[in-house]
């Protein structure tokens, strides 16, 4: 099996591949777990990102989220290393009362889904968060959405991968080979092919760039830029210990003293650039929410490309030429999607699982005649 793009999706169905005994190569043109997976904030959040509108997409995301304890444990013990997971739980809360209305009416939907939320009073959220602003309107818990550190994640996957035999290369791949409507294996920038019976495209955002996709996916694709600031406590941990959700911003505690501000949602192709209105924004609303922000000192500020599709939910299987599967178009939930990802594909791969047709790429395909 050769999968294109160690990002934290390529990897986890490299990694289930390998338990399964499967052959695996991974081949990435960069440096692994580098791309939008580095920018990620690492929220593991199926319940305060549940959109009632997209059912589908919440029972996957519900799904993996459920699988991750199991998951981050058998990932350590495989790959020996640590992934910064914190099984925090998630504040959600409004300054205002137009923004109390709104968090209730989100707080209801969430109720009416059977999705576990609480709304707290704002003294209750302080106990539980001293360096909250005072004068928040509402808080609303959700305690089963969690956080992991992405870059740990992707460096874990990497050594479990390896330690069940995977191998992982640096090259740059031009596109797919297809040879009499089966994969040939995957053709690469310097012209060489490399062979496999069977490949995954899963190179993000990138993977509408690739030669010899079916028709439908590369239009499915689209990226939407997020910036975001990594900031750090020189006192260390404790400022806040859950992730914070407010109207305009979250902050996500790594558990080191690290915390994430993030994250804007831009349509800008490509871009790549990080501006000052968009950190001056997300700085604001943070020191509102939680003033202590104002004294965290600034390690980065980065942007990323989400791998947005259509209807907001991934690519995931059979890409309708034998052979060839796609795991891409993760959008904002990559890191979340992980498990599930990796456990339908890799399965699938070695035959003993399929991929629920709702994620089927080829579901925008259409005929044309
Ligand atoms: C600001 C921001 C915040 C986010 N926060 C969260 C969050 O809190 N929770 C969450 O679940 N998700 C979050 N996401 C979304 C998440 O980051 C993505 O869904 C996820 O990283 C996608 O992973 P991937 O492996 O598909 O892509 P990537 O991580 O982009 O990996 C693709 C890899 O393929 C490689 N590649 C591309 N083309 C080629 C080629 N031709 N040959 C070889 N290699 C190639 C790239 O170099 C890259 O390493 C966030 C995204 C952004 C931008």
Not at 26 to 53: C, D, F, K, N, Q
Not at 176 to 205: I, K
């Amino acid at each position: 099996v050769i999968v294109i793009g160690a990002g934290v999706i390529g990897l986890s169905v490299a990694w289930r591949a390998a338990r399964h005994g499967l052959r695996v190569l991974v081949l990435e043109r960069e440096r692994p777990g580098g791309g939008t997976s580095h920018v990620a904030a690492g929220m593991i959040a199926p319940v305060s990102e549940a959109v009632a509108s997209e059912r589908t997409l919440l029972a996957l995301a519900l799904a993996s989220a459920r699988r991750y304890p199991g998951w981050i444990a058998e990932l350590q013990a495989d790959a020996g290393c640590e992934t910064g997971w914190l099984p925090c739980g998630t504040l959600m809360v409004a300054r205002d009362g137009d923004e109390a209305a709104a968090l209730e009416r989100e707080r209801a939907i969430r109720e009416e889904l059977g999705l576990e939320v609480r709304r707290l009073l704002p003294s209750r959220a302080r106990e539980l968060e001293p360096a909250l602003a005072p004068g928040l309107r509402l808080a609303v818990e959700a305690p089963q959405d969690h956080a992991v550190d992405p870059r740990a994640l992707c460096q874990a996957l990497l050594g479990a991968v390896r330690a069940r035999g995977g191998e992982l290369r640096r090259a740059s791949v031009a596109g797919v080979a297809v040879e009499g409507g089966n994969v040939a294996g995957v053709r690469l920038d310097d012209g060489r092919l490399l062979p496999a019976a069977a490949v995954v495209a899963a190179a993000g955002v990138w993977t509408a760039a690739l030669d010899g996709l079916p028709p439908g996916v590369a239009a499915a694709l689209r990226p939407v830029k997020g910036q975001l600031l990594v900031l750090r406590d020189a006192a260390g941990p404790g400022l806040l210990t859950r992730v914070l959700r407010g109207e305009r911003c979250y902050v996500v505690p790594r558990g080191d003293g690290r915390y994430v501000l993030g994250g804007t949602v831009e349509e800008r192709g490509f871009d790549r650039s990080v501006t000052a209105g968009a950190l001056h924004e997300l700085l604001e609303s943070a020191v509102g929410l939680l003033p202590g922000v104002s004294e965290l000192v600034v390690e980065e500020t980065l942007a990323g490309l989400r791998p947005g599709t259509v209807d907001n939910a991934p690519l995931l299987g059979p890409a309708g030429v034998e052979g060839l599967h796609l795991a891409c178009g993760h959008y904002r939930h990559g890191v979340l999607l992980a498990p599930i990802s990796g456990e339908l594909l890799g399965d699938a791969l070695a035959g003993v699982g399929e991929v629920p047709g709702e994620f089927s790429p080829q579901r925008f395909q259409v005929a044309l005649r």
